[in-house]
């Protein structure tokens, strides 16, 4: 048989090593040889500073004319593992089919060990089985170890950078850790060691993101050119979404993108052009449309809102929401006239269905599209009757609207309307009940002082902020809000920081019943985080608490998952009641992701950033 015969069948059992074993030699004789072809293979002088070039040595033994030659060399290098990855990476194109061959073999059983032996834990857990998942699923794999507490994900998302054969993923996973919170002067030397060592020589597209944010670390000048011309190789690979995982996975990038050129390689102008290349994918999708636009809101970026909509009209013209977003963007630019036809248009499309009303105001105010939402919810409390559930409903919600933007007063008026017609109309005191529990009234009466006092604060008024929350808290003694606030001003008066922590005690004392008696559901846990992550006490319980509300969060029906965010905050809160501002910031950072346009998160956000950098 000829030599190329010989080598051709090598090949093809290579190819198949996954699935069947390359038989042992077993005889004496073969046994022999192979173990004298192998001591034939030279030592590594100088140990580790020599393993590049043995790498290649060994790599180019792959196409030897020997079979004992190759497998030896192919052993050697799956004991080498992981060190080797990049030099096979580039060998699995070699020209020489037996090299190739036993290269993408090689890389194959390289890339399924995901996992460490000094990985942790909760490491090992996220990426149990990572080898089977799509890359939507790889994704959320490689977000949780980027939320995991300090630098616990930061070796395993190199090491993903290095070893993912996607590009999007791999530039995903780099985009993560570059957009970490990070004391630069204390941490930043720590963390570029970590990163070097487990980029090792990749060059993937993740990893030349990341080395070009070492290098703008260490000299932002430098790096601009390289910065430049990664977002460059970015617009000219972006094409038309070939469906929905593509259009979802690729628009969850590039957010994260415009988000670390504007706040870590401090490159707003390479936002804006991302922002602009996505407005030609897409458009005929109104999916693709409503997320584009919202993304474009978040940047303030409203002449592309206004191009969008140009561009995608026949989509706008049907969805309200849209159509206010669109209206958002003109009167930003002043064009006053523009935006009120184009509202007005908007409002007519809804049509004579209050409860219609009600749900595109929820839709416009978690969009951060407030004054839209405002006319929704006020057309709503105006020609609805006061004892219905969906006006209590939508007064509720446009307070919460109201505080969040910190409209205290305003928000205690919308609210002090239903207590009022509570005490003047039994039917619209049982339609409270009805709506919310035999409790709601008393927790609408506390919410409502809780406002008030919250007006006061803004004001400077103590004293009036203090009697308001003693009053909010004969109606509602389990609100952690006025329980904080009790707490918050009493520093300098021990009797009435002790009635704060006499109540605090027994809220606490409450909500570990309901975690007792109720210890799959989410919300107890997350209530005593906050109260004792914003007051005092076992703040590591606080954190154990807020993890456990999340962890029991992704078992709960979708319409209660959009408590994610708040409960993001919660946690951060926790952290920040230890003094840990840097994974404060982080999960913080994460709960302003997935809501940017709750106002309380993103006043958070800020401060945590300006106690981290203290």
């Known amino acids: 048989?000829?030599?190329?015969?010989?080598?051709?069948?090598?090949?093809?059992?290579?190819?198949?090593?996954?699935?069947?074993?390359?038989?042992?030699?077993?005889?004496?004789?073969?046994?022999?040889?192979?173990?004298?072809?192998?001591?034939?293979?030279?030592?590594?002088?100088?140990?580790?500073?020599?393993?590049?070039?043995r790498v290649t040595v060994l790599i180019q033994q792959l196409g030897d004319p020997s079979y004992l030659v190759r497998q030896s060399a192919q052993n050697e290098l799956g004991r080498i593992g992981p060190e080797a990855f990049d030099a096979l990476s580039a060998a699995e194109n070699d020209t020489d089919v037996e090299i190739s061959s036993r290269a993408k073999y090689l890389v194959q059983q390289i890339r399924a060990q995901w996992i460490h032996t000094s990985d942790s834990p909760q490491v090992r857990r996220i990426l149990d089985k990572y080898e089977l998942l799509d890359d939507s699923a790889r994704l959320q794999a490689l977000r949780q170890l980027a939320f995991l507490p300090g630098d616990l994900g930061l070796a395993p998302l190199c090491r993903l950078i290095r070893f993912e054969r996607s590009p999007l993923v791999s530039k995903y996973s780099a985009l993560l850790v570059i957009g970490q919170p990070d004391a630069v002067a204390r941490s930043w030397p720590a963390k570029q060691k970590t990163i070097e060592a487990n980029l090792a020589q990749n060059n993937g597209p993740g990893a030349?993101?990341?080395?070009?944010?070492?290098?703008?670390?260490?000299?932002?000048?430098?790096?601009k050119a390289d910065v430049d011309k990664l977002v460059n190789a970015e617009l000219a690979g972006l094409a038309p979404f070939a469906n929905d995982a593509v259009r979802k996975n690729t628009l969850e990038l590039e957010a994260l993108l415009v988000n670390v050129?504007?706040?870590?390689?401090?490159?707003?102008?390479?936002?804006?052009?991302?922002?602009?290349?996505?407005?030609?994918?897409?458009?005929?999708?109104?999916?693709?449309?409503?997320?584009?636009?919202?993304?474009?809101?978040?940047?303030?970026?409203?002449?592309?809102?206004?191009?969008?909509?140009?561009?995608?009209?026949?989509?706008?013209?049907?969805?309200?929401?849209?159509?206010?977003?669109?209206?958002?963007?003109?009167?930003?630019?002043?064009?006053?006239?523009?935006?009120?036809?184009?509202?007005?248009?908007?409002?007519?499309?809804?049509?004579?269905?209050?409860?219609?009303?009600?749900?595109?105001?929820?839709?416009?105010?978690?969009?951060?599209?407030?004054?839209?939402?405002?006319?929704?919810?006020?057309?709503?409390?105006?020609?609805?009757?006061?004892?219905?559930?969906?006006?209590?409903?939508?007064?509720?919600?446009?307070?919460?609207?109201?505080?969040?933007?910190d409209l205290d007063l305003q928000a205690a008026q919308v609210v002090k309307k239903l207590i009022d017609a509570m005490d003047k109309d039994p039917t619209v005191l049982q339609r409270t009940k009805e709506f919310g529990g035999d409790t709601y009234p008393d927790t609408m009466r506390g919410q409502m002082h809780l406002y008030y006092a919250c007006s006061y604060a803004g004001e400077n008024k103590p004293d009036e902020r203090r009697r308001e929350l003693d009053e909010g808290a004969k109606y509602d003694p389990t609100n952690a809000d006025i329980l904080i606030g009790l707490y918050e001003t009493s520093v300098d008066n021990p009797a009435r920081?002790?009635?704060?922590?006499?109540?605090?005690?027994?809220?606490?004392?409450?909500?570990?019943?309901?975690?007792?008696?109720?210890?799959?559901?989410?919300?107890?846990?997350?209530?005593?985080?906050?109260?004792?992550?914003?007051?005092?006490?076992d703040f590591d319980l606080a954190i154990q608490y807020s993890q456990n509300s999340l962890e029991l969060l992704k078992n709960q029906p979708e319409e209660l998952q959009i408590n994610e965010p708040g409960f993001l905050d919660t946690l951060a809160h926790c952290y920040a009641g230890k003094r840990d501002f840097r994974n404060?910031?982080?999960?913080?950072?994460?709960?302003?992701?997935?809501?940017?346009?709750?106002?309380?998160?993103?006043?958070?956000?800020?401060?945590?950033?300006?106690?981290?950098?203290?």
């Not at 584009?292 to 969008?308: E, F, I, N, P, R």
């Not at 007792?516 to 985080?529: L, V």
């Not at 910031?585 to 809501?595: G, P, S, Y």
């Open 1 to 53: 048989m000829s030599a190329s015969c010989v080598r051709a069948i090598s090949s093809l059992c290579v190819a198949l090593l996954p699935i069947f074993a390359v038989a042992k030699l077993t005889s004496a004789g073969i046994d022999a040889q192979s173990t004298a072809k192998t001591d034939a293979l030279p030592a590594v002088p100088g140990g580790a500073e020599q393993l590049p070039g």
């Open 208 to 223: 030349q993101w990341l080395r070009t944010y070492v290098r703008f670390q260490n000299d932002p000048q430098s790096a």
């Open 261 to 405: 050129l504007k706040q870590n390689f401090q490159r707003p102008d390479r936002a804006t052009d991302v922002l602009q290349q996505l407005l030609s994918l897409g458009t005929n999708d109104p999916d693709a449309v409503a997320k584009l636009a919202d993304l474009l809101v978040q940047h303030q970026a409203w002449d592309l809102v206004d191009q969008l909509a140009r561009r995608a009209e026949a989509t706008f013209n049907v969805d309200p929401a849209l159509l206010y977003t669109w209206a958002h963007a003109l009167r930003a630019e002043g064009k006053t006239d523009a935006a009120d036809k184009i509202s007005d248009k908007a409002f007519k499309l809804i049509g004579n269905s209050l409860e219609d009303h009600k749900t595109i105001g929820t839709k416009l105010q978690r969009l951060g599209l407030f004054d839209a939402a405002e006319r929704e919810y006020q057309h709503v409390i105006k020609t609805s009757p006061q004892d219905t559930e969906l006006t209590i409903e939508t007064q509720a919600r446009f307070g919460e609207m109201l505080h969040d933007q």
């Open 497 to 537: 920081r002790k009635q704060a922590m006499d109540l605090i005690h027994v809220a606490d004392k409450g909500f570990r019943e309901a975690i007792a008696q109720q210890p799959t559901t989410s919300i107890p846990y997350n209530m005593d985080a906050w109260l004792i992550g914003n007051t005092e006490g």
């Open 584 to 614: 404060a910031v982080k999960f913080q950072a994460r709960a302003a992701e997935l809501d940017p346009h709750t106002m309380q998160i993103a006043r958070a956000l800020k401060q945590f950033k300006q106690q981290l950098d203290q």
